[in-house]
């Protein structure tokens, strides 16, 4: 059981209401802001198209729904159009609530079928409590208190009902009081130990706040178990083996659940990304397009796709799906990110830029976002702004070791070799693997420190966790090459050139191993060889005038050297 903790958040709340019960609806809202709640609703009574994008963004974010029910609210369309949101939400959230308050007298036969079963705020008889009680009952069902009165007592009392505990651990819940909450919700059960919803609570709440994946299994399974006709518990149980990464069984669990209820955009969501950790990419897209056939603007579903696109190197169609999704939430930090990181695959770095520096306005303490920033500015050549993004990436996440190795890049490609040597040591000693591509830079750095013993020893770690990596080879004969061993630097070429007879490189430096032996005519034949591959390496050219020289023919070694001097300017 999780340590008992105090409230961390505050409670938010969206209050629906008919323009006939305001002053009710303002009396509500001003105890509840008293008792510190986030409370948002219609304030000036305005035109429904008029607050349409704002409803629906606070709809999503706010987990509690308080319905002002009442005769004018049953005939309104708008307030029943929002109350059928909350309601459809809480079949894939179970930690939503839907708490009616009665504010003037209704009859049970008008209020809407499916909202009958839900805990209200009502005196017997479905008529309403004088407003000061229904407000006061109202705070004690959240578990709220005005700053003047004690706290809501958590113990047990004796006409406590299932769904009472279910509202008020859902309330405790929100505002971040995971113990209590969880204890609300195993009371419940012992209440009542059928119902459904007080285990699918107790379950949804160990998994995604408390992290327990494992200890939340068996609940979902007994809930699949006892009511094998429910779709939520099969969705949930899905949720909790994806979570396991136990792909197969999630899979089969989402196709339960679908075989209920094949209109559920949410399972639908799940599936492709299910379906996409098995690498079964096109029947992902197949389950992302059947959840957006259902609601085109699901984020879940788009960002699921795009991602499945991303990966398909469609980037073009991904950054399409980004540009929707940043219509739909332009303040959305990740997706921003998401839009900079496909700019950036499609090679357009000034626009990535910008779409970082806006993910970063909204989330200044991403460390992703910092590192991304770091490595779009280095591409487009500004090596020391690069740098400071690096560092603050670092302040916020030290340990991450993708981020320490582009430092060491940016280092080394400033010159600093001895500090991108120590920014490589630094990821190595963070990442219990070796990578290939750290231990590469790692060579480099150390050859360009004079320390080419050492950088051997570097490759040759490397070539024992890649031995079929052309460039190690040539790296390792370069090495060899710096340390006069020339014969063996010719073997590293030839090792590269057998694995990659296309190698440019390898054979521009086989070379120039050949030219310190003195064996000009296979040198020049390897500078020939290497040209007719690479005719624009100002190396090669330079290797060859030197070839020609030693063997006496000056004039074509003044042709190469022109010629490499030529490409030597027009690199500047």
Known sequence: MAEMSAPAKRLRIFISHSHQDSAFCRQLVQALRAADADVWYDEHN????????????????????????????????????????????MMHEPQRLLLPVLAAPVRE???WLWLQDFKRIEAPGVEPYPPDEAVRQTLHALSLSLPDEAPISAAPQPEETAEDLLNRGRALRAQGDYAEALTLFARARQLEPGNMVAWANYGNLLMDELKQAEEALPVFEHITNQAPDEMFG?????????LLKRYEEALSAFDRALALASDETDVWSYKGYTLAELGRTEEALVAFERALALDPDDLGSLSGKASVLFGLERYEEALAIYDHLLQLSPSGATFWRNKGYTLYRLGRYQEALVAYDRALQLDPNEATGWQMRGEVI?????LHEALVAYDRALELSPENAAVWVRKGDALRALGRYAEALAAYDRTLALDAR??????????????????????????????TLAPQDADLWDDRGNELFFLK??????????????????HWAAWGNKAAAYSSLGRYEEALAACETALRIHPASEMVWRTKANTLRALNREEEAQEAEAQATRLSNAGR
């Open 234 to 242: 099969w969705y949930f149980l899905g949720q909790c083996l994806v």
């Open 46 to 89: 305005l035109h429904a198209g008029s607050l349409l994008d704002s409803i629906e963004q606070e709809l999503r974010t706010r987990p509690v729904f308080l319905l002002i029910l009442s005769p004018a609210a049953l005939k309104s369309q708008w307030v029943r159009n929002e109350c059928k949101w909350a309601f459809t939400r």
């Open 378 to 382: 280095a591409k487009l050549g500004r």
């Open 434 to 463: 070796d990578d290939i591509e750290v231990l590469y830079h790692k060579g480099l750095a150390l050859s360009f420190l004079g320390e080419h013993e050492e950088a051997l020893k570097v490759y040759d770690h490397a070539l």
């Open 485 to 502: 061993r020339y014969d063996e630097a010719l073997s590293a070429y030839d090792r590269a050139l057998a694995l990659q007879p296309n």
């Open 109 to 111: 036969e008008d209020i």
